[in-house]
C-alpha cells in the first residue's frame, strides 16, 4: 500500500472555493490560500448565528502507544463515513505541531485514506497561525524585558516574571536559559526559558475566545509575572494586548481544508492534550454546528486527558454538550497495555491482551460514570489483529452496554467505517444520558484536583510539596479557585508516570509545578516530569523528511 504522503500527493481535490459554497457561506467569507486551503471570514455570514446547532460527536481513545492510535484517522474516516449514509457532516481538527512532526510522528494530518489534504500545507506552516501566536506571545516576553530595561514603571520583580518565550519546534537545549547577557544595552540579566507554541497560554486564549473582542480582552488578563509588592502584572499593564490581537486578527478565522473524500474540514487552534486542554478552536467547532447536521471532532491523547479537559474546560466555558462519544483502540494498545514490548505487539497474544483491557475498561467506564456520554469502542483495526482478539473485546465491553466496531478506515477511507457511523446516528438518536462535569466551579483547587485524580485517573491520593501547596492556596485566595483545572501529565498511562501501563493502582498524583492562565481562565497543575518543551527522540523524523529533485517533500508520514 501506498504510504500516507503518496496517498496524499495522488489525491483529487475539490476547490476549496466549492467545498465553502457548498457549506452554504457566502463568497465574499472565502478567503483563498491556494486552491486547496481558505480562511472563512464570519462577519461576511452574520446569518450563521440564527441556525440551529447540528450533532456534536467526540472521538477520543485509550491511553496512546507511542505511535498513537488512530484517533485522527478515525475522527477523518467518521467524517467520510457520516456523509456516505446522507449525514451532512464537517470534521473539526486542530493543527498538526511541527515539533511532533519532526520529533516523532512526522505528519499528523490521518493516514492512509482517512486524511485531510492537502496534507503537507497542512503539516508544514499551513496558513501561518502557529507563527502569528508565537509572534504575539514573543512580542509579549519582548515588551516585558523591554520594560524593564527602560525604568520598571511597574516594579515587575524579574524574579517573579513567569512569561516564557516560545518556539514551535522540538528544542531541550531552549528549556532553561539566561537572557539578558552582554551589558547594560542588552537589559537586565535573569534566567527564562522556551516552552513549545502548542504550550503557550496565547495558544489556549487563541482557541477559547468567542471572537476577536474576546480575544482582545482575554490577552489583557494574561499575567506574566508579580511586582516588588507580588500584585500581579497583566499584558494590559504593558498596554501589550492590543498590538497582540492584531497580529492574530487573521489567524482567528478558522481555516477550511478537505478530506480525501471531499468532506468539509476545519482545522484551527492545537493546544497539546498532555500540557493544555488539548482541542481546535472555539469558534471552529462552533460554526461548524452551525453549517452541518453533524460535526465530528477529536479531543487530544486519550480520555483520562483531552476527553476530561474538553468536557470540563470547552465545555463549560461554552455550553457545548457532545451526542455521543467514540472510544478508539487498536490491538496493538491493549497488548502493550498488556506488558507486550513494541517488537512482538504484531503477535496475537490473549493473555496480554486480557491483561491490557482494564486500560480500555477505565476509558469507558470514564465516559459513560463520569462524564455522562453514551459511546461506542472503535477498533482501528491492522491486517494482524485476529478474529479470537476481537472476540475477547467484544466480550468484555458486554458488561457495560457498549457496542464494538470494527473500524477500516484506514485502508478503505469512508467506506471502512460505515457501521461506525451507523452506531453512532443510533446512539444520538437514542438520546442517552446527560453530560455531566467531573467536578463543580465551587469547588476549591486543591478538590478540583484530587476528584480528577482519584475518579478518572484511579489515583489513591494527590501530593504536592509546601511550596507548590502555598502556591494553589494563594490561587485559591486571590480569586481564582472558580477556574476549571488543566492538568498536565503523561498521556502514556493513567499515573503521571509513563511506565506504569494497563490500570496502574494505588498511584499518587503529585504536582511539581502550577501555572496562573488567567486569559485561557485555566490554573495548570504540571505532574510529575512532564515537559512544557519537549525534546527530540534519538532519531528524529526530519532525518527521513526531505524534497526530491522534481520539489516533492518525502518521508512526512
Request: aromatic letters at 6%; one cysteine or more; hydrophobic letters at 40%.
Amino acid at each position: 500500500m501506498p504510504s500516507d504522503i503518496e496517498i496524499a500527493q495522488q489525491a483529487s481535490m475539490s476547490r476549496i472555493k466549492d467545498i465553502a459554497l457548498r457549506l452554504g457561506l457566502s463568497e465574499d467569507s472565502i478567503e483563498n490560500y491556494g486552491l486547496y486551503k481558505a480562511k472563512i471570514d464570519l462577519a461576511a455570514n452574520p446569518e450563521l448565528q440564527s441556525r440551529p446547532d447540528g450533532k456534536l460527536i467526540l472521538v477520543t481513545a485509550i491511553s496512546p502507544t507511542p505511535a498513537g492510535e488512530g484517533k485522527t484517522t478515525t475522527t477523518v474516516g467518521l467524517g467520510d463515513a457520516l456523509n456516505k449514509i446522507g449525514q451532512p457532516t464537517i470534521v473539526c481538527l486542530r493543527e498538526p505541531s511541527m515539533g511532533p512532526v519532526f520529533g516523532m510522528k512526522g505528519g499528523a494530518a490521518g493516514g492512509g485514506y482517512a486524511q485531510v489534504v492537502p496534507m503537507e500545507d497542512i503539516n508544514l506552516h499551513f496558513t501561518g497561525d502557529f507563527a502569528a501566536i508565537a509572534l504575539a506571545h514573543n512580542l509579549l516576553a519582548a515588551m516585558i524585558d523591554n520594560h524593564i530595561h527602560h525604568g520598571n514603571a511597574l516594579g515587575i520583580d524579574p524574579r517573579q516574571v513567569s512569561w516564557k518565550r516560545v518556539v514551535d519546534m522540538n528544542d531541550r537545549a531552549l528549556r532553561q536559559v539566561v537572557i539578558g547577557l552582554g551589558g547594560k544595552v542588552n537589559g537586565q540579566p535573569r534566567e527564562d526559558g522556551f516552552d513549545i507554541v502548542v504550550a503557550s497560554e496565547v495558544m489556549a486564549v487563541f482557541c477559547l475566545a468567542t471572537s476577536l473582542k474576546d480575544l482582545r480582552e482575554r490577552l489583557g488578563n494574561i499575567v506574566i509575572g508579580y511586582n516588588y509588592d507580588g500584585q500581579a502584572i497583566t499584558a494590559r499593564h504593558l498596554q501589550a494586548h492590543g498590538a497582540m490581537t492584531v497580529l492574530l486578527k487573521e489567524a482567528i478565522k478558522p481555516n477550511l481544508v478537505q478530506t480525501l473524500e471531499h468532506t468539509p474540514a476545519f482545522l484551527h487552534g492545537g493546544p497539546f492534550a498532555n500540557i493544555a486542554h488539548g482541542c481546535n478552536s472555539v469558534i471552529a467547532t462552533s460554526t461548524a454546528l452551525k453549517l452541518a447536521d453533524y460535526v465530528v471532532t477529536e479531543a487530544g491523547f486519550g480520555a483520562d486527558l483531552g476527553a476530561e479537559k474538553f468536557i470540563d474546560i470547552k465545555c463549560r466555558k461554552t455550553g457545548f454538550k457532545p451526542d455521543a462519544c467514540v472510544v478508539v483502540a487498536t490491538m496493538r494498545a491493549l497488548k502493550y497495555h498488556g506488558g507486550v514490548d513494541v517488537a512482538a505487539l504484531d503477535q496475537e497474544n490473549l493473555p496480554a491482551l486480557q491483561a491490557g483491557m482494564a486500560n480500555l475498561e477505565k476509558h469507558v467506564e470514564n465516559v459513560i460514570r463520569h462524564y455522562g456520554l453514551s459511546c461506542v469502542v472503535a477498533i482501528n483495526r491492522f491486517s494482524h489483529d485476529t478474529d479470537a482478539e476481537i472476540a475477547l473485546v467484544q466480550r468484555h465491553m458486554q458488561p457495560f452496554g457498549v457496542r464494538v466496531v470494527l473500524a477500516e478506515h484506514w485502508a478503505k477511507g469512508g467506506e471502512g467505517a460505515i457501521e461506525l457511523a451507523k452506531e453512532v446516528v443510533r446512539l444520538v438518536e437514542a438520546r442517552g444520558a446527560a453530560m455531566r462535569y467531573v467536578y463543580d466551579d465551587a469547588d476549591d483547587l486543591w478538590k478540583k484536583l484530587r476528584k480528577v485524580a482519584t475518579n478518572i485517573y484511579g489515583a489513591s491520593d494527590i501530593h504536592a510539596s509546601r511550596r507548590v501547596r502555598s502556591i494553589i492556596d494563594k490561587l485559591q485566595d486571590d480569586g481564582y479557585g472558580h477556574y476549571p483545572i488543566c492538568i498536565a501529565k503523561t498521556q502514556y498511562s493513567f499515573s503521571t508516570d509513563a511506565s506504569q501501563r494497563g490500570l496502574p493502582h494505588e498511584h499518587v498524583v503529585t504536582v511539581r509545578a502550577v501555572r496562573l492562565c488567567a486569559g485561557a481562565e485555566f490554573i495548570v497543575m504540571i505532574c510529575d516530569d512532564i515537559m512544557t518543551m519537549p525534546g527530540l527522540p534519538k532519531e528524529p523524523c526530519a532525518t527521513r523528511i526531505d524534497i526530491d529533485d522534481n520539489g516533492h517533500v518525502v518521508g512526512l508520514y
